[in-house]
């Protein structure tokens, strides 16, 4: 499992400070990719980001299909970013 950041994100950047794994990132360009990005591939689910962010817009993959119904595309698109999206900075 992974953590997922959604659509609340105002792209704070504390979570990125706390990852161990350096597995997020910020979406570039920001028109395209507005807020930051979890790599689900190297994401170790500590869950070190989760309370960093200001807006509570950091869940595990498990529970924001649950709770947040709605915000469950971000799951796909954080997978996405790093797929066939920018990725991680050059």
Not at 37 to 62: K, L, N, Q
Not at 68 to 88: C, D, M
């Amino acid at each position: 499992m992974t953590h997922v950041i959604f659509d609340l994100c105002i792209r704070d950047g504390a979570c990125a400070e706390v990852c161990p794994v350096e597995c997020i990132v910020p979406g570039e360009p920001e028109e395209e990719w507005p807020w930051f990005y979890i790599d689900p591939d190297t994401c170790i689910d500590c869950g070190a980001c989760v309370p960093e962010c200001p807006v509570d817009a950091i869940r595990p993959e498990e529970d924001l299909k649950i709770e947040f119904p709605q915000y469950v595309a971000a799951i796909e698109l954080n997978a996405e970013y790093f797929r066939s999206g920018p990725g991680y900075p050059k």
